[in-house]
């Protein structure tokens, strides 16, 4: 079940913006210009939010009620902040107020940067909410939101002092979420989440009638986990090339770890044809909140 307290969190940091943005709002703003500056900022503050969950640390989990959860907040904060982008692009001033210095407040390059922005994230949320588009094909394109993610904080800190100032508390607000997201994308595409996953090795493949169980053994420690819970599967060779998360079938305390795979796709065929042991695999985890003894919820089903 989703947890409000996630929620909440979101809500809070958008509406502090929005307070603090109205509350100390430039004398020369005009209502359209507020406005406008006023999407933008929240545009931003979603995709940080969405950059943040990414990275899947075990808070966020507790917070939104799963990892499941977390992804479907991550899906709607990208499609929202497309929206608000979109609006935020068309309802700003186009041309500078009169009286305003040209040269100190040029809109280069910072509206060149927007632009790109506006068209890549169009393209994104076509990408996102076209469902004939597979995992595998969508999963590489997906990583350019990194680079829209970092354009986006040039196209706003780059932009001239009568749109964004960098010192108002509502600009120093934005720089802290670039920060936190910049921090967060690191995090999350350079690997360093990585020295968080557990080394294991294939000891068995073995075929059932309509799965595959894999049988790992710990290279070092053994992984802790609850039952019902999962963890994401990343096997170590260059024709492998994404993780997937799986239920863990084995009970907690056993020296191995299993994952019984049913065969639904091309990855989990791959595994019944191809996987043999002796490989490395990296188990990043475990996730999930189907626990019974740790609801609040007196219904189950």
């Not at 929620?7 to 507020?34: C, D, G, K, M, Y």
């Not at 790109?116 to 994230?121: E, G, I, K, Q, S």
């Not at 191995?256 to 044809?273: A, H, N």
């Amino acid at each position: 079940m989703l947890r409000l307290q996630g929620i909440n969190a979101i809500i809070a940091v958008i509406v502090a913006f929005i307070v603090l943005h109205i509350a100390f709002v430039p004398e020369q703003h005009s209502i359209r210009t507020t406005f406008s500056t006023s999407l933008g900022g929240i545009s931003f503050l979603l995709m940080t939010w969405s950059v943040v969950l990414a990275t899947r640390l075990e808070i966020f989990e507790e917070m939104f009620g799963g990892l499941d959860r977390m992804y479907q907040v991550h899906r709607v904060a990208g499609s929202f902040t497309a929206v608000f982008a979109l609006v935020h692009f068309f309802s700003i001033p186009k041309e500078l107020p009169a009286g305003v210095d040209p040269v100190l407040n040029s809109t280069f390059p910072s509206a060149q940067i927007g632009m790109a922005v506006m068209v890549l994230l169009v393209i994104g949320l076509f990408v996102a909410l076209n469902r004939k588009i597979s995992y595998s094909r969508w999963r590489n394109p997906h990583k350019v939101m990194a680079l829209v993610y970092i354009l986006v904080i040039g196209h706003f800190i780059n932009a001239p002092g009568i749109f964004f100032e960098r010192f108002s508390a509502s600009g120093i607000l934005l720089i802290v979420a670039a920060l936190c997201g910049a921090a967060a994308l690191i995090y999350t595409m350079f690997g360093m989440n990585k020295r968080t996953a557990m080394r294991f090795t294939i000891e068995a493949v073995n075929s059932l009638e309509r799965a595959t169980e894999v049988v790992l053994k710990p290279v070092d420690e053994m992984l802790n986990f609850k039952p019902g819970q999962f963890a994401f599967v990343e096997i170590q060779d260059k024709n492998w090339s994404e993780s997937h998360p799986f239920t863990i079938s084995s009970a907690p305390g056993e020296d191995r770890l299993r994952f019984t795979m049913k065969v639904l796709g091309d990855w989990t065929r791959k595994v019944r044809e191809e996987l043999q042991p002796g490989g490395e695999v990296l188990i990043r985890g475990p996730y999930g909140r189907f626990d019974a003894s740790q609801t609040r919820s007196k219904k189950q089903v």
